[in-house]
T-cell receptor, first 111, second 112 residues
Framework: SQQGEEDPQALSIQEGENATMNCSYKTSINNLQWYRQNSGRGLVHLILIRSNEREKHSGRLRVTLDTSKKSSSLLITASRAADTASYFCATPYTGGFKTIFGAGTRLFVKA | DVKVTQSSRYLVKRTGEKVFLECVQDMDHENMFWYRQDPGLGLRLIYFSYDVKMKEKGDIPEGYSVSREKKERFSLILESASTNQTSMYLC???????????FGPGTRLTVL
């Protein structure tokens, strides 16, 4: 199975609520990245957290990393309709040239 | 801002045709990647390149080839298109292997 796997597969919330997505991976990592993809478009990088970091913030995004559990979570606070998208976690292989993307969480924010 | 462009947003080809997908990046990145994205399967790496004229197979290289004659340009070639190659194709580039990747808008290819 894939290195990074997101949970849940789909999430539907009301505008203003918080959205939490989780990612699990299998092997040791140098860093873990989160990306967003709007429908039918390319992926956009959101945030990168290094293996020696536990938490990182960027605007309304908060990412945590637990290397002992091989898991990460992405929290979007005060969600907006424009946050409706698919969110992917990604982990580079050792050596760095190949990055494994999970299957993604589809987030739908209702106005 | 890094810009990655792809030659077409939508493409329709017939079975057996030779298909070229072009990708250009403007930030002098060493690494470039081609993925395909299919529902339920996520992104799968087809080929990547870490330098001009260098290429490495990804997870699903069968039926594809690539060319990187200039640093900014990475082409994906479908030698003889088949219907199972109908997919969204995404190109990406990165400065170093572990860094974030910058994606193009994607090419939705339909093979009839």
């Amino acid at each position: 199975s894939q290195q990074g796997e997101e949970d849940p597969q789909a999430l539907s919330i009301q505008e203003g609520e918080n959205a939490t997505m989780n990612c699990s991976y299998k092997t040791s990592i140098n860093n873990l990245q989160w990306y967003r993809q709007n429908s039918g478009r390319g992926l956009v990088h959101l945030i990168l957290i290094r293996s020696n970091e536990r938490e990182k913030h960027s605007g309304r995004l908060r990412v945590t990393l637990d290397t002992s559990k091989k898991s990460s979570s992405l929290l979007i606070t005060a969600s907006r309709a424009a946050d409706t998208a698919s969110y992917f976690c990604a982990t580079p292989y050792t050596g760095g040239f190949k990055t494994i993307f999970g299957a993604g969480t589809r987030l739908f924010v209702k106005a | 801002d890094v810009k990655v462009t792809q030659s077409s947003r939508y493409l329709v080809k017939r079975t057996g045709e030779k298909v070229f997908l072009e990708c250009v990046q403007d930030m002098d990145h060493e690494n470039m990647f081609w993925y395909r994205q299919d529902p339920g399967l996520g992104l799968r790496l087809i080929y990547f390149s870490y330098d001009v004229k260098m290429k490495e197979k990804g997870d699903i290289p069968e039926g594809y080839s690539v060319s990187r004659e200039k640093k900014e340009r990475f082409s994906l070639i479908l030698e003889s298109a088949s219907t199972n190659q109908t997919s969204m194709y995404l190109c990406a580039s990165s400065f170093e292997g572990y860094n974030e990747q910058f994606f193009g808008p994607g090419t939705r290819l339909t093979v009839l």
